[in-house]
């Protein structure tokens, strides 16, 4: 099973460049001072959200970045994978799979009632990535949600 460990204020460098390459590749433009303005209050344990590592702590191969929210419509607290990214020498390998099986039901534990998701418009891998693990579409939006 991969380890997953809640990314703490000590993390930052590591998680850093790791969501540094993430960006890199996706196309997102933003600065080493803005990153680490974002972590941070993820990392410090704010209510808004939360880091996990994937992998070894000392030597992540991912992470993924939970947000929260509340729903009216599903009845309480929720969560968004706001982003998940696994180092590319070890994709494919189910590790992103396992996190997305696993992560669920340790948060339905801590109260939240649904995980959401929201694959890029027109990423069919990615919408068939997690319709593979019971997220399913919302009506009209992008957003797919996994009822936990």
């Not at 960006?23 to 880091?51: F, K, N, Y």
């Not at 982003?83 to 396992?98: A, K, L, M």
Request: charged residues 25%; aromatic residues 6%; proline residues 6%.
């Amino acid at each position: 099973m991969t380890q997953l460990t809640l990314a703490r204020a000590d993390d930052l460098d590591r998680l850093s460049r790791l969501v540094g390459d993430c960006h890199a590749e996706r196309g997102i433009d933003q600065t080493e001072e803005g990153r680490r303005a974002a972590l941070a209050p993820l990392m410090e344990g704010s209510p808004h959200g939360a880091v996990y590592l994937i992998g070894p702590g000392r030597a992540p191969i991912g992470y993924v970045v939970l947000v929260f929210g509340w729903s009216l419509a599903q009845g309480g607290l929720t969560g968004t994978v706001e982003e998940i990214y696994i180092r590319p020498g070890v994709r494919q390998r189910g590790i992103g799979s396992e996190v997305l099986t696993s992560l669920p039901k340790a948060l339905a534990g801590a109260g939240l009632i649904a995980l959401h998701a929201e694959p890029d418009r027109g990423d069919e891998r990615a919408h068939r990535f997690f319709s593979r693990l019971r997220f399913v579409p919302g009506p009209g939006s992008e957003r797919m949600t996994r009822a936990l």
